[in-house]
């Protein structure tokens, strides 16, 4: 919608409206240039654009990960269709069309990976997911400085505070399978706080963070996630990094959680658990310096594919390999006495095929 008409990385194109081109995907990114629903500083709109180009390297379609050992973009079918077109003052409607669009993706039984916007999306993202995969089947795992579960904004049941609650109250899924990690700072107010405990949810506040760990706390997270629920919907608002971090955003809050953490965090997630949609929301360029927010929001998106890719392979959070150049040789090389000189070309052309497949049971 706000351009331009570039893909995720150079991934092909798709179209919703022609099911035809949805065939055997495994991925279907979705832009979702939405903002008004924020209540502070707009400009996310321009998110999906950011997302898809702020990486520099080659946008060749191909993303060799160094730790992982996959090629997400080569050994999964992964498309993008573009942005869905969201006209902020038709509020709702904008959001339906949204929840069409990411309805679609799932049905054809892709995973939808939508690039925001605000994170009212989230509303649509799931509501979407979950008519597809079931109806409170799908449970949510929600990074976030902020709970996003208020009642009524500037007098509105849409805001980018509020889809947590939309989403609970309709049932999309449901609260005490509703985990979200990062909280801090000064809002919601009790009465909230109150509602969202009666609801079941579970909410790690920094505090409880920095004193037990991320690991364990996600450790803790992913054993709520799959009881009793098919899948996961994972939704990433970056103002969960620290602003130092991530000064690209609508709504920065103090203190939170580094790069380094979200991305491992994203990455065991899409190891361990089943995805089966996401969302990363809330990169807001014009507030950005050096563009630090949008590279760490296309790092998010390529962590999350890398570890979906990975664990398709068997791959779990303990087979990583430990050290990055192990195993990785060609066993028979020929030695540099010799005067062979094929070393380079069968490093380059040994192929990730068959790197893969020593790996795959
Ligand atoms: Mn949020």
């Given at each position: 919608?706000?351009?331009?008409d570039v893909?995720?990385?150079?991934v092909?194109?798709?179209?919703?409206?022609?099911?035809?081109?949805?065939?055997?995907?495994?991925?279907?990114?979705?832009?979702?240039?939405?903002?008004?629903?924020?209540s502070?500083?707009?400009?996310?709109?321009?998110?999906?654009?950011?997302i898809?180009?702020?990486?520099?390297l080659e946008?060749?379609?191909s993303?060799p990960?160094?730790?992982?050992?996959?090629?997400p973009l080569?050994?999964?079918?992964v498309?993008?269709a573009?942005?869905?077109?969201?006209p902020?003052?038709?509020?709702?409607?904008?959001?339906?069309?949204?929840?069409s669009?990411?309805?679609?993706?799932?049905?054809?039984?892709?995973?939808?990976?939508i690039?925001?916007?605000?994170h009212?999306?989230?509303?649509?993202d799931?509501t979407?997911?979950?008519?597809?995969?079931g109806?409170?089947?799908?449970?949510?795992?929600?990074?976030?400085?902020?709970?996003d579960?208020?009642?009524?904004?500037?007098?509105?049941?849409?805001?980018?505070?509020?889809?947590?609650?939309?989403?609970i109250?309709?049932?999309a899924?449901?609260?005490?399978?509703?985990?979200?990690?990062?909280?801090?700072?000064?809002?919601?107010?009790?009465?909230?706080l109150?509602?969202?405990?009666?609801?079941?949810?579970?909410?790690?506040?920094?505090?409880?963070?920095?004193?037990?760990?991320?690991?364990?706390?996600?450790?803790?997270a992913?054993?709520?996630?799959?009881?009793?629920?098919?899948?996961?919907?994972?939704?990433v608002?970056?103002?969960?990094?620290?602003?130092?971090?991530?000064?690209g955003t609508?709504t920065?809050?103090?203190g939170?959680?580094?790069?380094?953490q979200?991305?491992?965090?994203?990455?065991r997630?899409?190891?361990?658990?089943?995805?089966?949609?996401a969302?990363?929301?809330?990169?807001?360029?014009?507030?950005?310096a050096?563009e630090?927010?949008?590279?760490?929001?296309?790092r998010?998106?390529?962590?999350?594919l890398?570890?979906?890719a990975y664990?398709?392979?068997g791959?779990?959070?303990?087979s990583?390999p430990?050290?990055?150049?192990e195993?990785?040789?060609?066993?028979?090389?020929?030695?540099?006495?010799?005067?062979?000189?094929?070393?380079?070309?069968?490093?380059?052309?040994?192929?990730?095929?068959?790197?893969?497949?020593?790996?795959?049971?």
């Amino acid at each position: 919608m706000f351009g331009p008409d570039v893909t995720f990385c150079g991934v092909p194109r798709c179209d919703l409206d022609d099911p035809s081109t949805l065939t055997a995907a495994d991925v279907v990114i979705i832009g979702a240039p939405y903002d008004a629903g924020t209540s502070y500083r707009a400009g996310a709109r321009f998110g999906p654009k950011m997302i898809r180009t702020t990486d520099y390297l080659e946008h060749d379609s191909s993303r060799p990960h160094l730790a992982l050992r996959v090629d997400p973009l080569r050994d999964m079918k992964v498309l993008d269709a573009g942005d869905v077109l969201m006209p902020g003052v038709e509020g709702k409607a904008a959001l339906d069309a949204l929840e069409s669009a990411v309805w679609t993706a799932a049905e054809a039984g892709a995973i939808p990976l939508i690039l925001g916007g605000d994170h009212t999306i989230t509303w649509p993202d799931v509501t979407g997911v979950a008519r597809a995969r079931g109806w409170g089947r799908v449970s949510v795992i929600h990074f976030d400085a902020h709970a996003d579960t208020g009642d009524v904004q500037y007098g509105s049941l849409i805001g980018h505070g509020l889809p947590m609650r939309r989403l609970i109250e309709s049932g999309a899924c449901r609260g005490d399978r509703f985990l979200q990690i990062g909280l801090r700072g000064y809002w919601p107010e009790p009465p909230t706080l109150q509602w969202m405990a009666e609801q079941g949810m579970r909410s790690f506040e920094m505090h409880e963070v920095v004193s037990r760990g991320l690991d364990a706390v996600l450790e803790e997270a992913f054993a709520i996630a799959i009881d009793g629920c098919d899948g996961v919907f994972v939704s990433v608002d970056l103002d969960v990094v620290d602003p130092g971090m991530a000064p690209g955003t609508g709504t920065p809050e103090p203190g939170g959680i580094t790069s380094r953490q979200l991305l491992d965090a994203v990455r065991r997630i899409a190891i361990e658990l089943p995805v089966v949609g996401a969302d990363v929301v809330e990169v807001a360029p014009a507030y950005d310096a050096a563009e630090i927010t949008s590279f760490l929001a296309n790092r998010v998106v390529l962590e999350m594919l890398s570890g979906i890719a990975y664990r398709r392979t068997g791959g779990t959070w303990e087979s990583i390999p430990k050290t990055l150049l192990e195993g990785r040789a060609a066993p028979l090389r020929p030695s540099r006495e010799d005067g062979s000189s094929s070393q380079a070309p069968r490093a380059s052309s040994a192929p990730r095929r068959g790197r893969r497949a020593a790996r795959t049971r």
